[in-house]
């Protein structure tokens, strides 16, 4: 049985510090969000490490580093706490080392989400996330650390996968084709058809009013920890502005999202 879906606006990550990067992909590339190719890149396999203070308290109960170079030994361990001696020592939350690719699995390209899901969401000021058992130089291309707003009901029966092609391909008058190349990018279309007026207001409109069209989000479609998890995965910025539109019985919404995602 699938999972319900949850979205989130990642926090800003406004100070990144590492024990290993290299200059031309330093690590506070993991936070340029609307930049999927600036990544942090390092320079072998030692003091694999991040760390930040969001400048106050936030809520957090989901860690995810997209787009790495994972192993199948690559382990990730979080840490939370209220001050940076904790996130380096002994911290409030800490989930010790997990493997990075959960469930394992792999992928052509390579490249792997890891995905923590918090039970309780953890107020903290300061973060840390320590990369362990890689071989060679890691790199990732974003850090993701915010609340969810999760579906209180399933996504309705016609939602889509699909693909938005940036590039395009026409032919002559003599069948000779001419390509503008560019990327493809996954795209995923569903509807919350009954959301109740409480959940929009303490999850979905926040979200919306902050996001727009233009801001990024995380998307992840069913977080069932099962070997389709990762290609379920989204990130990236909706194709038309977010609303609700008022169901027949009332204080209901129904909710229709559309997003293009850049991994």
């Given at each position: 049985?699938?999972?319900?879906?949850?979205?989130?606006?990642?926090?800003?990550?406004?100070?990144?510090?590492?024990?290993?990067?290299?200059?031309e992909?330093?690590?506070?590339?993991?936070?340029?969000?609307?930049?999927i190719?600036?990544?942090w890149?390092?320079?072998?396999?030692?003091?694999?490490?991040?760390?930040?203070?969001?400048?106050?308290?936030?809520?957090?109960?989901?860690?995810?580093?997209l787009?790495?170079?994972?192993?199948?030994?690559?382990?990730?361990?979080?840490?939370?706490?209220?001050?940076?001696?904790?996130v380096?020592?002994?911290?409030?939350?800490?989930?010790?080392?997990?493997?990075?690719?959960?469930?394992?699995?792999?992928?052509?390209?390579?490249?792997?989400?890891?995905?923590?899901?918090?039970?309780?969401?953890?107020?903290?000021?300061?973060?840390?996330?320590?990369?362990?058992?890689?071989t060679?130089?890691?790199?990732?291309?974003?850090?993701?650390?915010?609340?969810?707003?999760?579906?209180?009901?399933?996504?309705?029966?016609?939602?889509?996968?699909?693909v938005?092609?940036?590039?395009?391909?026409?032919?002559?008058?003599?069948?000779?084709?001419?390509?503008?190349?560019?990327?493809?990018?996954?795209t995923?279309?569903?509807?919350?058809?009954?959301?109740?007026?409480?959940?929009?207001?303490?999850?979905?409109?926040?979200?919306?009013?902050?996001?727009?069209?233009?801001?990024?989000?995380?998307?992840?479609?069913?977080?069932?920890?099962?070997?389709?998890?990762q290609?379920k995965?989204?990130?990236?910025?909706?194709?038309?502005?977010p609303?609700?539109?008022?169901?027949v019985?009332?204080?209901?919404?129904?909710?229709?999202?559309?997003l293009?995602?850049?991994?």
């Amino acid at each position: 049985m699938p999972a319900l879906p949850f979205m989130l606006l990642p926090h800003p990550l406004p100070t990144i510090a590492t024990g290993n990067e290299r200059s031309e992909k330093p690590a506070v590339h993991l936070a340029q969000f609307k930049h999927i190719g600036m990544t942090w890149r390092s320079a072998g396999a030692g003091a694999l490490w991040i760390r930040g203070d969001f400048g106050q308290d936030r809520l957090v109960d989901f860690i995810g580093v997209l787009q790495a170079n994972a192993q199948p030994g690559t382990t990730i361990r979080v840490r939370l706490g209220t001050t940076q001696a904790q996130v380096d020592g002994s911290a409030p939350y800490d989930s010790g080392a997990l493997p990075f690719i959960s469930p394992a699995i792999s992928r052509e390209d390579g490249l792997y989400h890891a995905h923590l899901e918090i039970p309780s969401p953890v107020t903290a000021r300061w973060w840390r996330i320590d990369i362990g058992g890689h071989t060679g130089d890691f790199e990732a291309a974003k850090a993701i650390i915010g609340q969810k707003v999760t579906s209180g009901r399933y996504y309705d029966k016609n939602f889509e996968f699909g693909v938005q092609d940036l590039g395009d391909l026409d032919y002559g008058r003599w069948g000779v084709p001419a390509e503008d190349e560019g990327l493809i990018f996954r795209t995923v279309t569903f509807k919350l058809p009954w959301v109740v007026n409480s959940e929009f207001e303490s999850g979905w409109r926040p979200l919306i009013e902050k996001v727009g069209k233009r801001q990024p989000i995380f998307l992840c479609f069913d977080p069932q920890a099962t070997a389709y998890r990762q290609s379920k995965t989204y990130f990236g910025t909706f194709r038309d502005t977010p609303f609700a539109t008022g169901g027949v019985k009332p204080g209901t919404f129904a909710m229709e999202y559309g997003l293009l995602s850049y991994i």
